[in-house]
Protein backbone atom coordinates (compact mmCIF):
# COMPACT_ATOMS: atom_id res chain seq x y z
CA UNK A 1 0.00 0.00 0.00
CA UNK A 2 1.30 3.39 -0.92
CA UNK A 3 1.00 6.28 1.97
CA UNK A 4 1.73 9.29 0.91
CA UNK A 5 2.21 12.09 3.73
CA UNK A 6 3.27 14.74 1.51
CA UNK A 7 2.91 15.72 -1.62
CA UNK A 8 6.08 17.45 -2.45
CA UNK A 9 9.20 16.29 -1.64
CA UNK A 10 11.77 18.96 -3.74
CA UNK A 11 13.53 15.89 -4.82
CA UNK A 12 12.48 16.64 -8.51
CA UNK A 13 13.63 20.38 -8.08
CA UNK A 14 16.39 19.63 -10.37
CA UNK A 15 14.93 18.09 -13.42
CA UNK A 16 14.46 14.38 -12.49
CA UNK A 17 12.32 12.13 -10.91
CA UNK A 18 12.69 8.75 -9.27
CA UNK A 19 12.18 5.70 -10.63
CA UNK A 20 10.97 1.76 -8.87
CA UNK A 21 14.74 0.83 -8.90
CA UNK A 22 15.65 4.03 -7.37
CA UNK A 23 17.81 5.31 -9.80
CA UNK A 24 16.76 9.23 -11.30
CA UNK A 25 15.88 10.25 -14.77
CA UNK A 26 15.66 13.86 -16.23
CA UNK A 27 12.07 14.47 -16.49
CA UNK A 28 12.18 14.57 -20.26
CA UNK A 29 13.70 11.60 -21.25
CA UNK A 30 11.63 8.96 -23.22
CA UNK A 31 10.78 6.67 -20.25
CA UNK A 32 8.87 9.47 -18.24
CA UNK A 33 7.57 10.78 -21.73
CA UNK A 34 5.57 7.21 -21.81
CA UNK A 35 5.09 7.30 -18.35
CA UNK A 36 3.40 11.05 -18.66
CA UNK A 37 1.72 9.82 -21.67
CA UNK A 38 0.21 7.32 -19.97
CA UNK A 39 -0.87 9.16 -17.08
CA UNK A 40 -2.23 11.55 -19.72
CA UNK A 41 -4.81 8.84 -21.20
CA UNK A 42 -5.85 7.66 -17.63
CA UNK A 43 -6.87 11.46 -17.16
CA UNK A 44 -8.88 11.30 -20.21
CA UNK A 45 -10.31 8.34 -19.57
CA UNK A 46 -11.50 9.12 -16.00
CA UNK A 47 -13.28 12.34 -18.00
CA UNK A 48 -14.79 9.92 -19.78
CA UNK A 49 -15.93 7.57 -17.32
CA UNK A 50 -17.76 10.32 -15.86
CA UNK A 51 -20.51 9.74 -18.35
CA UNK A 52 -20.65 5.79 -18.85
CA UNK A 53 -22.54 3.90 -16.41
CA UNK A 54 -22.75 0.27 -15.48
CA UNK A 55 -20.87 -2.34 -16.79
CA UNK A 56 -19.06 0.09 -18.74
CA UNK A 57 -18.40 2.52 -16.30
CA UNK A 58 -16.86 -0.88 -14.25
CA UNK A 59 -15.34 -1.55 -16.98
CA UNK A 60 -13.40 2.11 -16.93
CA UNK A 61 -12.35 1.90 -13.27
CA UNK A 62 -10.74 -1.70 -14.20
CA UNK A 63 -8.79 -0.11 -16.97
CA UNK A 64 -7.69 3.16 -14.94
CA UNK A 65 -6.30 0.74 -12.57
CA UNK A 66 -4.39 -1.06 -15.18
CA UNK A 67 -3.49 2.36 -16.11
CA UNK A 68 -1.76 3.01 -13.35
CA UNK A 69 0.02 -0.77 -13.31
CA UNK A 70 1.06 0.29 -16.58
CA UNK A 71 2.64 3.32 -15.33
CA UNK A 72 4.39 1.10 -12.87
CA UNK A 73 5.64 -1.27 -15.34
CA UNK A 74 7.20 1.81 -17.58
CA UNK A 75 8.79 3.27 -14.11
CA UNK A 76 10.19 -0.23 -13.70
CA UNK A 77 14.05 -0.23 -16.06
CA UNK A 78 15.61 -3.28 -16.83
CA UNK A 79 14.58 -6.21 -19.08
CA UNK A 80 13.22 -8.76 -16.90
CA UNK A 81 9.85 -8.72 -17.14
CA UNK A 82 8.48 -11.26 -14.52
CA UNK A 83 6.28 -9.69 -12.08
CA UNK A 84 6.79 -10.35 -8.49
CA UNK A 85 5.80 -9.00 -5.17
CA UNK A 86 7.77 -6.26 -5.77
CA UNK A 87 8.01 -5.54 -9.46
CA UNK A 88 4.62 -4.55 -10.98
CA UNK A 89 4.79 -5.90 -14.49
CA UNK A 90 1.65 -6.18 -17.24
CA UNK A 91 0.52 -9.31 -17.86
CA UNK A 92 -0.79 -10.72 -20.99
CA UNK A 93 -4.31 -11.99 -19.26
CA UNK A 94 -4.64 -7.90 -18.56
CA UNK A 95 -4.96 -7.94 -22.25
CA UNK A 96 -7.13 -11.06 -22.74
CA UNK A 97 -9.40 -9.42 -20.83
CA UNK A 98 -9.44 -6.50 -23.24
CA UNK A 99 -9.74 -8.78 -26.33
CA UNK A 100 -12.76 -10.60 -24.47
CA UNK A 101 -14.66 -7.07 -23.80
CA UNK A 102 -13.96 -6.18 -27.58
CA UNK A 103 -15.30 -9.89 -28.83
CA UNK A 104 -18.78 -9.00 -26.43
CA UNK A 105 -18.85 -5.61 -27.51
CA UNK A 106 -18.22 -6.21 -31.55
CA UNK A 107 -21.17 -8.71 -31.25
CA UNK A 108 -23.35 -6.34 -30.52
CA UNK A 109 -22.50 -3.23 -33.00
CA UNK A 110 -23.83 -2.44 -36.34
CA UNK A 111 -21.24 -3.47 -39.04
CA UNK A 112 -18.65 -0.43 -40.29
CA UNK A 113 -19.32 0.32 -43.55
CA UNK A 114 -16.84 3.66 -43.30
CA UNK A 115 -14.26 5.14 -41.39
CA UNK A 116 -16.57 7.33 -38.75
CA UNK A 117 -15.72 10.69 -36.86
CA UNK A 118 -14.63 10.48 -33.51
CA UNK A 119 -18.30 12.16 -32.11
CA UNK A 120 -21.30 11.95 -31.53
CA UNK A 121 -22.82 11.52 -28.12
CA UNK A 122 -20.34 13.06 -25.60
CA UNK A 123 -19.76 9.94 -23.86
CA UNK A 124 -18.39 8.39 -27.33
CA UNK A 125 -16.89 11.90 -28.06
CA UNK A 126 -14.83 11.40 -25.09
CA UNK A 127 -13.97 8.14 -25.40
CA UNK A 128 -12.44 8.78 -28.56
CA UNK A 129 -10.36 11.31 -27.06
CA UNK A 130 -9.34 9.06 -24.38
CA UNK A 131 -8.44 6.69 -27.87
CA UNK A 132 -6.06 8.98 -29.27
CA UNK A 133 -4.50 9.93 -26.07
CA UNK A 134 -3.81 6.07 -25.49
CA UNK A 135 -2.85 6.07 -29.15
CA UNK A 136 0.11 8.93 -28.08
CA UNK A 137 0.94 6.56 -25.16
CA UNK A 138 1.65 3.83 -27.08
CA UNK A 139 3.76 6.10 -29.73
CA UNK A 140 5.77 6.86 -26.58
CA UNK A 141 6.48 3.64 -25.16
CA UNK A 142 7.54 2.31 -28.92
CA UNK A 143 9.78 5.12 -29.04
CA UNK A 144 11.55 4.33 -25.76
CA UNK A 145 11.20 0.56 -26.84
CA UNK A 146 13.88 1.61 -30.00
CA UNK A 147 16.56 2.52 -27.16
CA UNK A 148 15.50 0.68 -23.74
CA UNK A 149 13.66 -2.72 -23.31
CA UNK A 150 9.88 -2.42 -22.78
CA UNK A 151 7.63 -5.18 -21.42
CA UNK A 152 6.21 -6.62 -24.26
CA UNK A 153 2.90 -7.06 -22.64
CA UNK A 154 2.54 -3.88 -21.77
CA UNK A 155 2.98 -2.73 -26.02
CA UNK A 156 0.16 -5.10 -26.40
CA UNK A 157 -1.93 -4.26 -23.65
CA UNK A 158 -1.61 -0.30 -24.80
CA UNK A 159 -2.79 -1.49 -28.52
CA UNK A 160 -5.37 -3.11 -27.41
CA UNK A 161 -6.52 -0.89 -25.47
CA UNK A 162 -6.85 2.06 -28.25
CA UNK A 163 -9.09 -1.10 -30.43
CA UNK A 164 -11.41 -1.69 -26.94
CA UNK A 165 -11.97 2.24 -26.31
CA UNK A 166 -13.24 2.83 -30.00
CA UNK A 167 -15.63 -0.19 -30.33
CA UNK A 168 -16.66 1.57 -26.59
CA UNK A 169 -17.01 4.44 -28.24
CA UNK A 170 -19.52 3.18 -31.13
CA UNK A 171 -21.60 1.56 -28.18
CA UNK A 172 -21.55 4.73 -26.69
CA UNK A 173 -23.18 5.68 -30.05
CA UNK A 174 -26.27 3.94 -29.53
CA UNK A 175 -24.34 0.66 -30.86
CA UNK A 176 -22.84 2.10 -33.87
CA UNK A 177 -26.20 3.33 -34.74
CA UNK A 178 -25.69 6.98 -34.27
CA UNK A 179 -21.77 7.24 -35.54
CA UNK A 180 -20.83 9.81 -37.77
CA UNK A 181 -19.64 8.52 -41.02
CA UNK A 182 -16.76 10.17 -42.97
CA UNK A 183 -17.37 11.54 -46.44
CA UNK A 184 -14.18 11.63 -48.11
CA UNK A 185 -13.45 15.04 -49.95
CA UNK A 186 -17.08 15.92 -48.66
CA UNK A 187 -16.30 20.16 -48.23
CA UNK A 188 -14.12 20.02 -51.70
Not at 4 to 25: E, F, M, Q
Not at 120 to 147: F, K, N
Not at 156 to 180: I, K
Request: aromatic fraction near 6%.
Amino acid sequence: MVKLNKIYTRTGDDGTSGLVDGSRAPKHSARFEAIGAVDEANSALGLAAACVLGEHARDLARIQNDLFDLGADLATPGSDFTPSDMVLRIVPDQTRWLEERIDALTARLEPLTSFILPGGSEASARLHIARAAVRRAERAMTALAADEPVNPAALAYANRLSDYLFVLARECNDGGREDVAWVPGASR
